[in-house]
C-alpha cells in the first residue's frame, strides 16, 4: 500500500485570499462569544513536521474548543504516552515511516483504549475506512479534503461516541457486579436454607414420632384422656412444620438448580391412592369431603412419581386450606389433545383476580378461611416450579365466593398407551 506526503504547507494555507474549504459554512461573522472555552488535548503522531503545521493551523481556526496539541513522531514514544496518558482525542498518521498507524490503535487496545483515535489519510477511499474500523479506530479523515470544519465536526462526533461507549461499559460493569453479588447472596441464602431445613428436619421427626408414639399408648396406658388430645396436638403442629420446613428446602433445591427428574412409568390413580391416603385425614378433620373422578383406562406418564405426588398434595392442602367447614374438593384427570389435565376444584373462598398471578410467588400470602393454618406461602410456587420441569404447565381459575381450580398441564409426549390385555 503506498501514500506519498505532501513536503510543503499548501499555498491555500497560508494565503489571505484563499478560496472557502469546500466544506466550510458560508455564514455572517459571528458575534464575540465571551464564554470560557474547554480545552480539548490532542496527541498528533506523523513523521512529517509539515503535516504538524497542518493540523496546527487547522485547529488554530475553530472558534470553540480551544486545542493544545502534543505532536509526536515516533512510533514507540507516541505508544507509551498513549499508554500512560489520556487525551481527548488522538490523531493517528496512517503511515508512521515503516511501521504503520493502524499497528498502533491496535496495541493501544482500538475502541477500548484510554484515548479515542482517528486516522489521518491521504487515501479516502473504502479500503481504509474498513482497514481503520477493523483496527478500532474511531473514524478516519482524507487529508486531501481536511478543512477547519470537518476536522472539528469529526473530533467532536468521535469525542461523543468514545463517552457514550465508556459509560456504556462502566454501566455493563456494575450490572455485572451488581449480578455476581445477587447471585452470590442468593446462594449463601439457598445453602443456609438447605442446612437449616436439614437440621429442623431430625429433632421434628422425633418429636412427632414420640408424640405418635404416646398417641398409640405403645409404653402402656396413659393415666388422663386429655394427655392423648394434647399428643395429638402435637403431632399435628409437628407435621405442619414438617411440611413447611420440606417446602423451604425444595425452594431452595429449585433455585440452586440441585432437581433433577427421576422419571419412570406412573399410573396416575396409584399416584392419586397415595396422595389420598396422606391428605384424606387433614380434610376429615376439617369436615371437608375430597371426590375423585378418573377416567377409565387413563394413559401411562412418564415423569418424576415423588414430584407428581408433591403437586398433588400441594395442591389438595392449598384446597383445604382455603374452603369452609362441609365444603367439597373434587380430584379429577382428563386427556385432552395437548396432554393430561389433572385438576383439583373446590368450593371454598376463591382468589380475588388481581392476585391470581401473584400467588404463585415464592412466599404470596392471601386472605384466609377459618380452615387456614399458618404456612409459608410457597405450595403453588413450587408446584409451578415442578410442573414446569416436566415440560408443563400451570393454570388456576378462581372466582371469589365461588371456589378455585388448579389445573396441572402435562405433554402429550409423556404420554403412552397402556397396553391392551387379551
Do not use: W
Not at 229 to 250: E, K, N, P, R, T
Amino acid at each position: 500500500m503506498t501514500y506519498s506526503k505532501s513536503r510543503a504547507i499548501p499555498d491555500e494555507l497560508t494565503s489571505k485570499a484563499r478560496s472557502p474549504c469546500s466544506c466550510e459554512p458560508h455564514a455572517e461573522p459571528a458575534r464575540p462569544d465571551k464564554t470560557p472555552r474547554e480545552t480539548y488535548r490532542i496527541l498528533h503522531v506523523d513523521d512529517d513536521s509539515v503535516d504538524h503545521v497542518l493540523i496546527r493551523k487547522l485547529l488554530s481556526k475553530i472558534a470553540k474548543p480551544k486545542f493544545d496539541v502534543v505532536s509526536l513522531t515516533r512510533f514507540e514514544e507516541a505508544r507509551a504516552r498513549l499508554s500512560n496518558e489520556t487525551f481527548h482525542v488522538g490523531l493517528i498518521d496512517y503511515r508512521l515511516g515503516e511501521r504503520s498507524g493502524l499497528e498502533l490503535v491496535e496495541k493501544l487496545g482500538g475502541r477500548s483504549g484510554m484515548t479515542p483515535l482517528i486516522i489521518l489519510t491521504g487515501r479516502g477511499d473504502y479500503a481504509v475506512d474498513v482497514e481503520a474500523t477493523e483496527a478500532g479506530a474511531f473514524d478516519y479523515l482524507d487529508k486531501g479534503g481536511l478543512c477547519e470544519t470537518s476536522l472539528e465536526r469529526t473530533i467532536r462526533h468521535v469525542r461523543v461516541q468514545f463517552e457514550t461507549e465508556q459509560q456504556l461499559r462502566r454501566s455493563e460493569a456494575l450490572l455485572r457486579r451488581a449480578t455476581h453479588e445477587a447471585e452470590t447472596a442468593n446462594s449463601a441464602k439457598s445453602d443456609f436454607l438447605a442446612r437449616m431445613s436439614h437440621d429442623f428436619r431430625t429433632p421434628l421427626n422425633a418429636i412427632i414420632g414420640f408424640s405418635e408414639a404416646i398417641q398409640q399408648e405403645i409404653a402402656g396406658p396413659i393415666g388422663a384422656s386429655k394427655y392423648l388430645d394434647y399428643a395429638s396436638d402435637i403431632s399435628q403442629s409437628g407435621q405442619v412444620l414438617l411440611s413447611m420446613i420440606s417446602d423451604i428446602l425444595d425452594l431452595s433445591k429449585i433455585e440452586s438448580g440441585n432437581i433433577e427428574l427421576n422419571e419412570t412409568d406412573i399410573l396416575i390413580e396409584d399416584v392419586v391412592s397415595m396422595v389420598l391416603k396422606m391428605v384424606l385425614p387433614s380434610a376429615k378433620a376439617a369436615k371437608i369431603s375430597i371426590e375423585t373422578d378418573l377416567p377409565e383406562n387413563l394413559p401411562i406418564l412418564r415423569a418424576d412419581r415423588q414430584l407428581m405426588e408433591r403437586m398433588l398434595i400441594n395442591s389438595l392442602t392449598n384446597a383445604i386450606k382455603f374452603t369452609s367447614e362441609a365444603g367439597r374438593i373434587l380430584l379429577g384427570a382428563e386427556v385432552t389433545k395437548d396432554g393430561l389435565q389433572l385438576t383439583v376444584e373446590d368450593n371454598g373462598i376463591g382468589i380475588p383476580p388481581q392476585q391470581i398471578a401473584r400467588v404463585i410467588e415464592p412466599f404470596a400470602q392471601i386472605r384466609r378461611s377459618e380452615n387456614a393454618s399458618a404456612g409459608a406461602g410457597l405450595g403453588l410456587s413450587i408446584i409451578n416450579s415442578f410442573i414446569k420441569l416436566h415440560g408443563g404447565a400451570l393454570a388456576i381459575e378462581s372466582e371469589v365466593g365461588a371456589g378455585t381450580r388448579i389445573i396441572l398441564k402435562l405433554p402429550s409426549h409423556r404420554l403412552r398407551q397402556r397396553p391392551s390385555i387379551s
